[in-house]
């Protein structure tokens, strides 16, 4: 068995490397938000947190956080919604056109986000309307639906469709059995959709590039300070405060899947909500 | 058996004509029947039969595609689920898995806005009626299989409705459990007294829990009888098979007169039939077929007992099962063996294959095919 | 799903008629945006290979190696790709850059003499970066597919007297194929358009198409020209995938005769 083992060694150090290679660039985040030189480079010069504290003082960034929030609850709230609607219409009913209409809602999701950009820019001169933070909301919603549907998607899969034949066979309304039976089971799914549309929206660029008018979000306030490099540092310090902040939710929204996975007595180890 | 004592019990629900079809697929082609108030009820068939789909329209998740069920004298056309007099207990038992043994059988009640001491009394109530009092504040999913059958039924009853409908709700129990489930549910319908009508594939369930029974094959109902007509009387070979074993051989007529019909069956020899035995609306050329249950013919072990008519045969297999024991018999003109079920009562010998035995039988205990 | 998205375009150029055609020919005739276009097209092909390439053994690792914390791998793999993909970019720049991470730490080691530059503003650049930000959209599909695989006929294979090695290429890699197509139409339909890599890592010979769709919406103020472009690259990558996944539907079946 000699061989198996090599390989197993081999692989095992091909992962190591691997994951190496995937948290390298992220791992250098921390580092340099606390170094002390502007210059983004090795050798370390030393220690401050005065990078951290130039961001409290950049009203720029304060207004380029606020839009960025509203536009990424706007976005996760409404694709949410719509998604949840999507994905029980297609998980219980059959209509004419499913797959075309379905195909449509998807297609985002396999398009470069350029072509996404240019259309809807296209279509937004077209109609005459004027770029701000909702049209970035408007162009978030249609790349964070597709991500929405197949979250809800697979968690209206796992439900029961006698479940809601029951509550309505014991005298509930329609209305009444998605308030008190539906929507309880599928929360998870509802809440780690919002999680992932929210941030997806906060980090998407180029469609918040194409179609913000002065307002703008997070993404393109951090590359409009790209070109500074005195700059650079204080962006170093932003990025790992929004690390730090995206891990927490992520490690949050997991535990939370894992809690309710269990309270329906499903085996809460399994991959399923990952992937 | 409450039915025969009272045939003309009023018709809780009333199917006419009722079929439905899936696209291409017709799996209901015209059901007929009524259900009597404070029956047990079951529709038996094998799978794909349409059993589930004639429950589902009557509790109202369906609509037929043509003909009428009316529950309680009322036309159903166009009523929803939530407003029928009825409730289902559902196959996977669909126990909210978010509330609790309570809120689960109350769930229905809610609606009803009762005051808070009255709706925790009926909710007590009902947890009792099924054996489960003191659970209500537990949360469902930590119930075992058969605990939330109960709760599944106690929700259901809850609601106190003209008819409860149960499609296979103990498929899912094991075989000890099941048996246990089936004589409690057979007591609990006679004490509340509502009718219940239960979709099942097993045909010895049925036999032991229903009044009547309707047999169903490719979506249309073969027979609709009490379990013991069924048994001793099936109407067709399908039927016959389908409930309990049957041994069927080919039988022709010889003569006929006013009194009685004259048969030839194979291995049997010639067996005369009063014309009064006929069923209704057989004529004796009709008659192609004779069938016999394994219980009704005898191994005659001692060769001091005899029978009304004895044949014999060699034993080709025997099953011991304990009470039981089955032979497959291969009788003296006949290519397959019948079978032969035997009570192993104190010192009956069990005969080994290869050995010859003597079979005895009764005229009248010979069933009639076309 | 492309005729309602060419529609909308098709709708803006519907208004200057004329122009249409004009565009298009530009589009597909001049050897600047021809140049451009090929050489996305080749880095895209390039990254997803390298992408896919370097996902598959962690795929497998976690799939077939690990066995009590698949999820917890499957976390790990997926963090870094939460935080900002600008700044991830402009990360990867300061790793490779002329006085980066990578360089000065090889030079503080001794192993070069002076600063690698071949790493930084071209298109070795473009390629290592896009390989990393795409790595669990490349790694979750084929995980995936090999999870799916029933372990049972890989001791069948065994049973039969076919070697891991063997074995691996007649059972697991086939039956994983499903999840490599996945993996690079995924991957390579939108690294065709990235617009922030090439942007921040790949100097002027990185630049793809999408850097120029942008400048003629932008400084160019040319949009039906960059709607062309756009339109045009659409239908390649589209065309592209379509072939993947014919072909390799193919050479399933024909491997499963
Ligand atoms: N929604 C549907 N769409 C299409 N065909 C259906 C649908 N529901 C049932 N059928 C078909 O109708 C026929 C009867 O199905 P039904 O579920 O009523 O059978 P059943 O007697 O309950 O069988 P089982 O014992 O397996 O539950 C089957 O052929 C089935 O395939
Ligand atoms: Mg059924």
Wanted: charged residues 15%; neutral net charge; hydrophobic residues 50%.
């Amino acid at each position: 068995m000699s061989n198996r083992r090599n390989k197993l060694n081999w692989l095992n150090t091909y992962a190591v490397v691997y994951m190496v290679f995937l948290y390298a660039p992220v791992v250098l985040l921390p580092i340099f938000a606390f170094n002390s030189s502007t210059i983004i480079a090795f050798p370390l010069s030393g220690f401050t947190t005065e990078w951290f504290g130039v961001l409290w003082t950049t009203d720029a960034l304060h207004s380029a956080v606020r839009n960025s929030l509203l536009v990424a609850v706007s976005a996760a709230t409404i694709s949410t919604v719509l998604g949840l609607f999507a994905a029980r219409a297609v998980a219980r009913y059959s209509f004419p056109l499913e797959r075309g209409i379905m195909g449509l809602i998807m297609l985002p999701l396999v398009l470069p986000e350029i072509i996404i950009a240019v259309a809807l820019l296209i279509v937004l001169i077209q109609l005459g309307l004027s770029l701000s933070l909702w049209t970035v909301v408007l162009g978030h919603v249609l790349i964070c639906t597709p991500f929405s549907i197949a979250v809800l998607g697979s968690a209206f899969r796992g439900l029961d469709p006698s479940m809601e034949e029951a509550s309505f066979d014991l005298g509930e309304t329609r209305w009444g059995t998605f308030r008190r039976v539906t929507f309880p089971l599928v929360l998870p799914g509802v809440i780690s959709s919002l999680l992932i549309t929210f941030t997806i929206s906060l980090d998407e660029f180029i469609i918040a590039f194409f179609l913000t008018g002065t307002d703008v979000t997070l993404p393109v306030y951090i590359w409009s300070q790209m070109r500074f490099p005195a700059k650079l540092p204080s962006i170093m310090a932003l990025g790992t405060i929004l690390l730090g902040l995206t891990v927490a939710l992520l490690i949050l929204a997991e535990i939370f899947r894992r809690r309710s996975a269990t309270r329906r007595g499903l085996d809460a180890s399994t991959t399923e909500g990952l992937v | 058996m409450r039915d025969t004592e009272n045939p003309q019990a009023r018709t809780i629900i009333a199917l006419n004509a009722v079929t439905k079809s899936f696209g291409a697929v017709q799996a209901l082609k015209g059901i007929t029947a009524n259900i009597r108030e404070g029956e047990f009820f079951s529709l038996l068939g094998p799978s794909g039969c349409g059993k589930t789909t004639l429950l589902r329209m009557i509790a109202g998740f369906d609509e037929p595609t043509t003909g009428t069920i009316a529950i309680d004298g009322k036309p159903m056309a166009g009523i929803a689920a939530n407003h029928r007099p009825t409730n289902m207990v559902f196959q996977s038992y669909a126990i909210f898995p978010h509330l609790s043994v309570a809120d689960n059988v109350g769930y229905g009640l809610k609606k009803r806005r009762l005051p808070k001491a009255e709706y925790r009394r009926e909710v007590e109530q009902a947890l009792e009626m099924v054996d489960l009092g003191g659970y209500g504040p537990r949360a469902a999913h930590t119930l075992s299989g058969g605990q939330r059958q109960r709760v599944a039924l106690a929700r259901a009853l809850i609601m106190k409705p003209k008819v409860v409908l149960l499609d296979e709700p103990l498929s899912a129990l094991d075989k000890k459990l099941r048996d246990q489930m089936q004589l409690e549910l057979r007591q609990l319908q006679r004490s509340v007294g509502i009718t219940f009508i239960l979709v099942t594939h097993d045909q010895e369930e049925a036999l032991i829990m229903s009044d009547r029974i309707a047999v169903m094959f490719d979506g249309q109902i073969e027979q609709l009888a009490t379990p013991e007509d069924l048994y001793r009387r099936p109407v067709n070979q399908r039927v016959a098979s389908f409930i309990g074993v049957m041994n069927f051989l080919g039988a022709q007529v010889s003569g006929s007169d006013e009194n009685q019909v004259s048969l030839d069956v194979q291995a049997l020899g010639r067996i005369d039939i009063p014309r009064a035995g006929l069923p209704e609306g057989m004529k004796p050329e009709d008659i192609h077929r004779v069938g016999v249950r394994p219980e009704m013919m005898t191994i005659l072990i001692d060769s001091a007992t005899t029978a009304e008519r004895i044949i014999e045969g060699e034993v080709v297999e025997t099953s011991y099962y304990g009470d039981m024991t089955y032979y497959a018999v291969r009788l003296i003109g006949l290519e397959e063996p019948v079978t032969i079920s035997m009570r192993n009562t104190a010192g009956r010998a069990v005969l080994r294959p290869g050995e010859i035995a003597r079979v005895g039988f009764a005229t009248d205990s010979i069933i009639l095919f076309r | 799903m492309v005729v309602t998205f060419s529609f909308w375009t098709q709708n803006y150029l519907d208004l200057d008629t004329t122009f249409t055609l004009a565009n298009y020919r530009e589009a597909w005739t001049d050897p600047l945006y021809r140049e451009l276009m090929l050489r996305s097209l080749r880095i895209s092909v390039v990254v997803t290979v390298a992408t896919v390439v370097l996902a598959f053994p962690i795929a497998y690792y976690v799939s077939f190696h690990v066995r009590n914390h698949k999820a917890l791998w499957l976390f790990l793999i997926t963090v870094p790709f939460w935080t900002s993909y600008l700044l991830r970019v402009f990360l990867w720049k300061v790793i490779l850059g002329y006085n980066g991470v990578l360089n000065s730490a090889l030079l503080g080691l001794g192993l070069i003499d002076e600063p690698l530059s071949f790493i930084l503003y071209n298109a070795n650049a473009v390629v290592i970066t896009l390989a990393h930000a795409w790595a669990p959209f490349a790694i979750l599909p084929i995980f995936v597919a090999l999870e799916r695989i029933d372990r049972s006929l890989l001791e069948a294979a065994k049973d039969l007297g076919d070697g891991p090695v063997r074995s691996f290429f007649r059972v697991t890699l086939p039956l994983a194929m499903p999840g490599v197509v996945a993996a690079t139409i995924i991957v390579l339909i939108p690294t065709v358009g990235d617009y922030i890599t090439p942007r921040l890592v790949g100097g002027t010979e990185g630049l793809m198409i999408s850097n120029m769709i942008q400048v003629q919406f932008g400084k160019a103020n040319n949009a039906p020209l960059g709607a062309a472009l756009a339109v045009s690259s659409m239908f390649i990558v589209g065309g592209l995938s379509l072939m993947i996944f014919f072909a390799t539907r193919k050479i399933g079946r024909g491997g499963a005769d």
